[in-house]
């Protein structure tokens, strides 16, 4: 390997909403820098985690219509049925959900698990309870797409936690969308609920950690049991 694939390996693309959140934080590292030395060195560290958390990694996604893909990065903090939101008009029935929470680590681009035309994208303003909480799904604030899918519709929802107070979705409906297509963006920790119609079994835990674009969440048409798991 060459000495400049090397370099390319090491430093992740930032994605450019995160150019002037890292000038910003660097602007005040230097300020703060000129009344007291050690707070330019801290400041310069949360310069460093910014830049990293709007970190852009391009991912290797399966391409196949079986499979369902994370959305995002983080942990998967449940898996099970429930009700999608009210607002994209697809009834009170439930369907497998299964949602992955990202911390202020993670990397929070948001991705396709599934290709399929977008019908429909719906913003609702809410409450910033802690994204990891079940309640969160209904009363947080929220931006949800519908992806029509060879499989049915398959609505994906972002939802805003704790400290996030942005979500951004570049997205337009109607408009077409390939599985691991990059369609937003949530700032700083927050959730991603994907909801999956009959015939879609889970192919995570609870725990276990996702990347987004890569893991496969769900398969349809398999008549396999969910996976056993352990913690080791």
Same mark, same amino acid.
């Given at each position: 390997?060459?000495?400049?694939?090397?370099?390319?390996?090491?430093?992740?693309?930032?994605?450019r909403?995160?150019?002037?959140?890292?000038?910003?934080?660097?602007?005040?590292?230097?300020?703060?820098?000129?009344?007291?030395?050690?707070?330019?060195?801290?400041?310069?560290?949360?310069?460093?985690?910014?830049?990293?958390?709007?970190?852009?990694?391009? *991912? @290797?996604?399966?391409?196949?219509?079986?499979?369902?893909?994370?959305?995002?990065?983080?942990? @998967?903090?449940?898996?099970?049925?429930?009700?999608?939101?009210?607002?994209?008009?697809?009834?009170?029935?439930?369907?497998?959900?299964?949602s992955?929470?990202?911390?202020?680590?993670?990397?929070?681009?948001?991705?396709?698990?599934? *290709?399929?035309?977008?019908?429909?994208?719906?913003?609702?303003?809410?409450?910033?309870?802690?994204?990891?909480?079940?309640?969160?799904?209904?009363?947080?604030?929220?931006?949800?797409? @519908?992806?029509?899918?060879?499989?049915?519709p398959?609505?994906?929802?972002?939802?805003?936690?704790?400290? !996030?107070? *942005?979500?951004?979705?570049?997205?337009?409906?109607?408009?077409?969308?390939?599985?691991?297509?990059?369609?937003?963006?949530?700032?700083?920790?927050?959730?991603?609920?994907?909801?999956?119609?009959?015939? !879609?079994?889970?192919?995570? !835990?609870?725990?276990?950690?996702?990347?987004?674009?890569?893991? @496969?969440?769900?398969?349809?048409?398999?008549?396999?049991?969910?996976?056993?798991?352990?913690?080791?």
């Amino acid at each position: 390997m060459s000495l400049t694939d090397t370099i390319r390996k090491t430093f992740v693309p930032i994605h450019r909403e995160g150019y002037p959140f890292i000038a910003g934080f660097a602007v005040a590292s230097l300020v703060l820098g000129l009344i007291w030395e050690p707070l330019f060195w801290i400041g310069m560290l949360l310069t460093a985690w910014c830049a990293y958390f709007f970190r852009d990694p391009a *991912r @290797v996604t399966p391409v196949d219509d079986r499979l369902v893909i994370a959305p995002a990065d983080g942990a @998967v903090s449940s898996v099970g049925p429930a009700t999608p939101p009210a607002e994209l008009g697809l009834g009170a029935g439930e369907m497998m959900r299964i949602s992955i929470f990202m911390d202020v680590f993670s990397c929070h681009i948001n991705r396709a698990p599934v *290709r399929g035309r977008i019908s429909l994208i719906e913003h609702r303003k809410g409450r910033f309870l802690n994204a990891d909480l079940d309640k969160a799904s209904s009363e947080n604030e929220r931006n949800s797409l @519908v992806i029509e899918s060879p499989h049915g519709p398959i609505p994906v929802v972002q939802i805003a936690g704790l400290v !996030a107070r *942005r979500i951004l979705c570049w997205a337009e409906a109607p408009g077409e969308i390939a599985v691991g297509e990059r369609f937003g963006l949530i700032r700083f920790g927050s959730r991603v609920d994907v909801y999956l119609p009959q015939g !879609a079994r889970p192919r995570v !835990a609870v725990g276990q950690t996702a990347i987004g674009g890569e893991t @496969v969440i769900a398969e349809f048409g398999s008549q396999e049991a969910p996976t056993l798991v352990r913690v080791s």
